[in-house]
């Protein structure tokens, strides 16, 4: 099984991408947010730099509904020495929408078909897809697929809902088995893979599955990947034969890995590389504590971090006082 991290705006920057892929990996690919600008803008061009990247396997993403654009961004990634791009069309967020842009672009077929014929024919690179099943209703994924399956697209990737489901909401693995029935392309899954029994949900529903992409779930629990990518045989196992026996051997395999991963300081290291990271490049202590404070609402989901522990951290004026909270938390034993 292929693992990909997803791409996430403000989350996982080259900082955090790489801080994960040396304390954590287990990713097979790593994509970084959206780019967006015909020059890019130097938040966006940072993020891409080789030099800023040089241990990663990255795929940079681009969002536009225009074919100057994309090209003209296509070129300067190839100049930069990638040799994929991905194309986003699943943003939700209300502006990128409102433009026609991400997946609000699902919004009008016709003219993404006439923006693909483009691309693809002129693109210097493969280029893969980042899509959402539709706009409503799950009655537009059957054209979307029959659209897609008219280009070379070097792999599609599906996160199986809506635009109008947000991030909310059960994703439809359904719709991923149909795309896996009408697509000949290789197809990733995404949404909600945050755990091993949505993993081995999704490996029951759709068996043929050879790559997931995790957001939330990653960031929230930085283990998860390579517990994954380690248990891969015993939820083979477990798809074929639903025993109570296979289910005890598979919960026990899962929880020696656990067990042999759960290693707290290692997330303390982890944790300090990307503040120091985000120190040596921002300016001033508050947009860090920003970014810090950001991550550590994804972060003590898994982390059953107390209430009142969160809250400190919220209201941490100085990374001194920030500094000593996070201590507190890691010798409370997370
Ligand atoms: C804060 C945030 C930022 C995101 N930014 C991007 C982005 O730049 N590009 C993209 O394709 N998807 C973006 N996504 C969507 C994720 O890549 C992913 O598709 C989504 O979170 C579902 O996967 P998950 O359930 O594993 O988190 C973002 C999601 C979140 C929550």
Redesign the pocket.
């Known amino acids: 099984m292929k693992i990909y991290l997803?791409?996430?705006?403000?989350?996982t920057t080259y900082i955090y991408r790489n801080a994960y892929h040396k304390y954590y990996g287990g990713i097979d690919t790593y994509?970084t947010?959206?780019v967006a600008n015909r020059t890019l803008k130097s938040r966006e061009l940072r993020d891409v730099l080789p030099e800023n990247n040089t241990a990663l396997p990255l795929v940079p993403?681009i969002?536009t509904n225009k074919t100057d654009v994309f090209l003209e961004i296509i070129e300067q990634l190839k100049d930069m020495g990638y040799n994929e791009v991905?194309f986003?069309l699943?943003?939700p967020s209300g502006t990128v929408v409102a433009k026609g842009r991400g997946a609000g672009f699902l919004d009008d077929p016709t003219e993404l078909e006439k923006f693909l014929d483009i691309i693809y024919d002129k693109s210097p690179l493969p280029i893969s897809i980042?899509t959402r099943l539709g706009i409503e209703s799950l009655y537009e994924w059957e054209d979307l697929l029959k659209m897609y399956a008219k280009f070379p697209i070097k792999e599609l990737i599906v996160?199986a809902?809506t635009l109008s489901q947000q991030?909310g909401g059960t994703?439809h693995m359904e719709a991923f088995k149909m795309a896996q029935d009408m697509l000949s392309c290789p197809l990733c899954y995404?949404?909600?893979?945050?755990d091993t029994d949505t993993y081995g949900k999704l490996l029951k529903e759709c068996p043929d599955t050879t790559a997931v992409?995790?957001?939330?779930?990653?960031i929230a629990d930085p283990e998860l990947p390579v517990i994954l990518k380690h248990s891969n045989f015993n939820f083979n196992q477990f798809c074929t034969s639903s025993t109570d026996n296979n289910e005890k051997i598979f919960n026990n395999n899962i929880s020696e890995w656990r067990n042999n991963f759960m290693d707290y300081s290692k997330f303390l290291s982890f944790h300090d590389e990307i503040l120091t990271g985000y120190r040596d490049y921002m300016s001033g202590e508050q947009p860090v504590l920003y970014k810090m404070k950001e991550l550590w609402t994804l972060w003590s989901q898994h982390r059953n971090v107390d209430k009142k522990i969160l809250k400190k951290i919220r209201k941490a004026q100085s990374i001194s006082a920030y500094q000593s909270i996070v201590k507190q938390i890691y010798f409370n034993g997370l």
């Open positions: 997803a791409p996430m705006e403000g989350i994509y947010p959206f993403q969002l991905n986003n699943g943003c980042k996160h809902r991030y994703p995404n949404g909600d893979i945050t992409m995790i957001g939330r779930g990653a």
